[in-house]
């Protein structure tokens, strides 16, 4: 088992483009959450599945920001249109019930 | 106000030295987690404590619930223990962490 995949590890984006950040959980977590971290605001939850349905959204990034898992194995964040201070590092995380497990994260530059 | 915080927000320690690194939570929860982060590097689970005492090599976590704090001690510091550690705390009992803003580690040699 690969652990936490996320493609892709680096993203450039011109402000105002859309761009799908893609990740792939552990195989039987049942739980898969997105966060974007920055240095100022540390980690901030994005959005929170459970067996495939959206139990949080997380409240002000509902604007631009819309995350969906079709299927148990992926799960994709939509950012759009992007703006400059989306530059952060996106993280995706599984967990069976216990600890989360992180991907590599993908890191986004906007311009 | 912040709902778990952590201190110091940077400690350097030489190697070999013990560290202590503190988390306190302003509401109750029923579950503490450490997390480690070298800089570029992946979030790694440490230590799923929620409450006592639990042990993994060098590392030891206590939390006391009631107290609403926990703690992460490293013996024996190596230059390898450098980065972020961050505490995390259960909210709500559906899996969902709320995450302090890290203690950055620097071990010198």
């Known amino acids: 088992d690969a652990g936490v995949t996320q493609t892709p590890r680096h993203e450039v984006a011109e402000k105002g483009q859309t761009i799908i950040l893609k990740c792939e959980p552990v195989?039987?977590?049942?739980?898969l959450f997105w966060y974007r971290q920055t240095k100022i605001q540390g980690l901030e939850l994005l959005s929170y599945?459970?067996?495939?349905?959206?139990?949080?959204d997380g409240g002000a990034f509902k604007d631009r920001f819309k995350a969906e898992m079709l299927n148990s194995s992926f799960s994709t964040l939509k950012i759009q249109p992007t703006e400059p201070k989306d530059s952060a590092v996106y993280l995706c995380?599984?967990?069976?019930?216990?600890?989360?497990?992180f991907g590599p994260g993908t890191r986004l530059l906007v311009l | 106000e912040q709902q778990v915080q952590q201190s110091p927000a940077s400690l350097v320690l030489q190697e070999a030295e013990n560290a202590e690194l503190q988390c306190s939570f302003s509401?109750?929860?029923?579950?503490v987690q450490w997390f480690y982060q070298r800089p570029g590097g992946r979030l790694v689970s440490l230590l799923y404590?929620?409450?006592?005492?639990k042990q993994s090599g060098r590392l030891t976590s206590t939390t006391v619930i009631k107290e609403r704090r926990s703690s992460l001690h490293i013996s024996s510091s190596q230059i390898t223990d450098s980065g972020t550690y961050l505490c995390?705390?259960?909210?709500?009992?559906?899996?969902?962490?709320?995450w302090g803003s890290g203690t950055k580690l620097i071990i010198k040699p």
């Open positions: 195989s039987g977590h049942n739980d």
């Open positions: 404590n929620p409450s006592g005492t």
């Open positions: 995380a599984s967990s069976a019930g216990d600890t989360q497990y």
């Open positions: 509401i109750f929860t029923n579950q």
């Open positions: 995390a705390m259960e909210f709500a009992s559906n899996y969902q962490l709320i």
């Open positions: 599945f459970r067996s495939k349905s959206l139990m949080e």
